[in-house]
């Protein structure tokens, strides 16, 4: 008999425990994720079947994929301007803004060739695309000429024209940012061109006093 009376007691905490269990509150429901529209249309709440299925709602256009192309082209030219500094720069603070830059930049190229190919496009090999030589249609770019200088340059004068070829490379890299905010629909490109000009436009400021400007 005791052990029937235990047996009970446990079969009835259990389903106390399964009832409030079933009636407890959900909580408050998740947060809407918006999806920006295109250009001259409203924005639009994702459903949570689209959220869940990783899926965007709206395919990347056109300005998401140029951007990201050309964005990885201008990244490697600065890249390559502050491997120079490790051996040509005189003053510690120009060499540690550059390492700065490039340990920065060198990521964002694998962060933008990643999502390339998660949208079905090829991977952009700086060194090897046929981007790589449109400086015309990137705006900031130093010329060959102007990295033959730079490459040829040591102590202060590398330092000075490091810093003023940056701050052009910036300010062009903010305009090209600038412009897909305005054009592009995917939402990862807007968070990495939102990040590109916090940062970079920090790095401006830092590099103009560094120049004295």
Request: hydrophobic share 40%; net charge negative; charged share 20%.
């Amino acid at each position: 008999m005791a052990v029937r009376r235990i047996v009970l007691g446990l079969l009835a905490a259990a389903l106390t425990c399964g009832l409030a269990a079933c009636t407890e509150d959900p909580g408050p429901p998740p947060n809407p994720v918006v999806q920006p529209g295109k250009p001259g249309e409203a924005n639009r709440t994702l459903s949570p079947d689209e959220i869940s299925s990783g899926v965007p709602a709206v395919p990347p256009n056109a300005a998401d994929f140029g951007y990201a192309e050309n964005m990885i082209n201008h990244h490697q030219q600065a890249v390559d301007m502050t491997a120079l500094a490790e051996t040509r720069a005189q003053d510690a603070s120009v060499k540690g803004l550059a390492a700065r830059i490039g340990d920065t930049q060198e990521p964002e190229i694998g962060a933008m060739n990643a999502w390339l190919e998660r949208n079905g496009k090829p991977r952009v090999d700086p060194h090897h695309s046929a981007h790589a030589g449109h400086h015309a249609a990137m705006p900031g770019m130093a010329t060959p000429e102007q990295m033959d200088q730079l490459r040829a340059a040591t102590g202060a004068d590398f330092d000075k024209l490091f810093l003023q070829l940056m701050i052009r490379h910036h300010e062009g890299a903010i305009a090209m940012a600038n412009g897909v905010q305005q054009d592009g629909i995917d939402v990862r490109v807007q968070e990495m061109a939102d990040n590109i000009v916090a940062e970079q436009s920090d790095e401006i400021r830092r590099m103009r006093t560094m120049l004295g400007v």
